[in-house]
C-alpha cells in the first residue's frame, strides 16, 4: 500500500495549486482520502477529505470555498485544488488513507496510511 502526494511548490498569494495523490497496493476502492498539513512548530491539521467511492467531501473551515478536492477512479487518483492560497496555507501537506466511512475522520489516528508531504509555500 502506497501513498504518493505531488504537486506542492512556490506560489504568490491569491495564486493557485493542484496537489495529486496517487494511491497503489489497495485491495479495493473502499476507503476514503483525506487531506492534511503541517506547518513549522504546529500539529498536523486535517484539510479536506473525500470518500473513494461515494464522491462525499468534508472541509476544515479555515479553506472552505478556496479549495476543492476530487477523484479519477481510472488513475487511482485523488486531486486537491487550491485557489487564492494564503501565507497561512504554507505548510507540508500529506494524503492519507482510511477505511470507507459515510463519514470522513478528521483526525490523524483514524487514518492507517500516509504519503510523503509535499510542500506548499505561499510567499511573495
Known amino acids: 500500500v502506497q501513498l504518493q502526494a505531488s504537486g506542492g511548490g512556490l506560489v504568490q498569494p491569491g495564486g493557485s495549486l493542484r496537489l495529486s495523490c496517487v494511491a497503489s497496493?489497495?485491495?479495493?476502492?473502499?476507503?476514503?482520502i483525506g487531506w492534511f498539513r503541517q506547518a513549522p512548530g504546529k500539529e498536523r491539521e486535517f484539510v479536506a477529505g473525500m470518500t473513494w467511492s461515494g464522491g462525499g467531501t468534508h472541509f476544515a473551515d479555515s479553506v472552505k470555498g478556496r479549495l476543492t478536492i476530487s477523484r479519477d477512479n481510472a488513475k487511482n487518483t485523488v486531486y486537491l485544488q487550491m485557489n487564492s492560497l494564503k501565507p497561512e496555507d504554507t505548510a507540508l501537506y500529506y494524503c492519507a488513507a482510511a477505511g470507507a466511512s459515510v463519514e470522513i475522520a478528521t483526525q490523524t489516528y483514524d487514518y492507517n496510511y500516509w504519503g510523503q508531504g509535499t510542500q506548499v509555500t505561499v510567499s511573495s
Open positions: 497496493g489497495f485491495p479495493s476502492d473502499d476507503y476514503n
